[in-house]
């Protein structure tokens, strides 16, 4: 039987994750353990015995960097890979690069984390997590899921909130489930759809 695989990581962490600051669309690199966990991800990938036809990321440093040291650990550093801004993260507006306690004392804890957990309430200047879903699921849909149905082997490294619309339809969740849904920085899950497009078996190698 033809494989459909399609994996997902989330980029190792920025040096903005680290100094708690709302990144969104701006582009920090990665941190040295963003380094590591992002080489962890393509040891684990690897010893699952995984290669890869293709591979997709946003348009920002820390999820091409975190791809190019998986595909590096993979052997597989020329896989053919499309960078699109469909994939970036949750544009924060108002918020980005502001430290997250002086946001909350800014606007008061409770309307940040409406802010934060909410899915359609957008900050000012900038995207709910229902937004962003607006701009990925297409992206998905029309680029991303052809290829796995037609047994292309694909790697996906983007960001939480991007990477959570991927996951929303992939496992059937609702607006609620998906805000409960965390995901490690530099954490692969694995993938195997049916032809259907459903997902016929999952592996979360966090941890």
Known sequence: ??????????????????????????????????????????????????????????????????????????GQTGLPTSKNLALNERDYGDLSGLNKDDARKKWGEEQVHVWRRSYDVPPPGGESLKDTLARALPYYVQEILPGVLNSKRTLVAAHGNSLRALIMVLEKLSPEGILKRELATGAPIIYRLNADSTVASKLDLAG
């Open 1 to 74: 039987m033809s494989e459909r695989l399609l994996v997902l990581v989330r980029h190792g962490q920025s040096e903005w994750n680290l100094k708690n600051l709302f990144t969104g669309w701006k582009d920090p690199d990665l941190t040295e353990l963003g380094v590591r966990e992002a080489k962890e991800a393509g040891r684990k990938l690897k010893a699952q015995g995984l290669v890869f036809d293709v591979a997709f990321t946003s348009v920002l440093t820390r999820a091409q960097h975190t791809l190019d040291l998986i595909l590096a650990e993979l």
